[in-house]
């Protein structure tokens, strides 16, 4: 089971990034995927979490109208389109997978899997 993050990098203060996850070994259809991140000397928090379909999804108050989070079943892989990058967006950026019923998003579930994670970056 794998789950690779890429896409981070180095963005000034209103650019964007969009950070992908590629998973391999398990169905990914069969789960929830999620976006976390974590700061330097904080602890890791939730940012969005997406459906097995995609047609449910739910993000943190700090990225509501800036973050978006999908998902391409054919492909295997969780999208993060972030716009409007802050220098408090800056973090390493995790995907999970939760293993879920359709339509739910199962948060409230330990994680099956992790990413290894990639640093965004927000600086002028």
């Known amino acids: 089971v794998q789950l690779v993050e890429s896409g981070g990098g180095l963005v000034q203060p209103g650019g964007s990034l969009r950070l992908s996850c590629a998973a391999s070994?398990?169905?990914?259809?069969?789960?929830?995927m999620s976006w976390y991140r974590q700061a330097p000397g904080k602890e890791r928090e939730l940012v969005a979490v997406?459906?097995?379909?995609?047609?449910?999804?739910n993000y943190e108050e700090f990225v509501k109208g800036r973050f978006t989070i999908s998902r391409d079943n054919a492909k295997n892989t969780v999208y993060l389109q972030m716009n409007s990058l802050k220098p408090e967006d800056t973090a390493a950026y995790y995907c999970?997978?939760?293993?879920?019923?359709?339509?739910?998003?199962?948060?409230?579930?330990?994680?099956?899997?992790w990413g290894q994670g990639t640093q965004v970056t927000v600086s002028a």
């Open positions: 070994g398990f169905t990914f259809s069969d789960y929830a």
């Open positions: 999970n997978a939760r293993s879920c019923s359709l339509g739910s998003l199962c948060v409230w579930k330990t994680p099956d899997y």
């Open positions: 997406i459906s097995r379909l995609g047609g449910s999804t």
